[in-house]
């Protein structure tokens, strides 16, 4: 599974978006986020964001944001 970070707080680009091929993206408060369980991990969208701000859950420290991209991603 991919995540948003912080990285994505204000920014304009949705070009993760529209290259995903199952629409995991959702808007969170102030910044995108993926839902882990719709994500197919294909990795598509990690080159395309202009922030660097998508990760693979994989990457130390990655816990804060894995909750935070399911609990925002499921509130919808
Ligand atoms: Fe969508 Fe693939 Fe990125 Fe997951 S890794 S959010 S499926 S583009």
Redesign the pocket.
Known sequence: ??IVTDNCIACKYTD?VE???????YEGENMLV??PD?????????P?CPADA?RPDTEPYMEKWVEFNRKYSESW
């Open positions: 599974t991919y993760c290259v995903c091929p199952v629409d995991c993206f993926i839902h719709e994500c197919i991990d294909c990795g598509v969208c990690e395309e998508i």
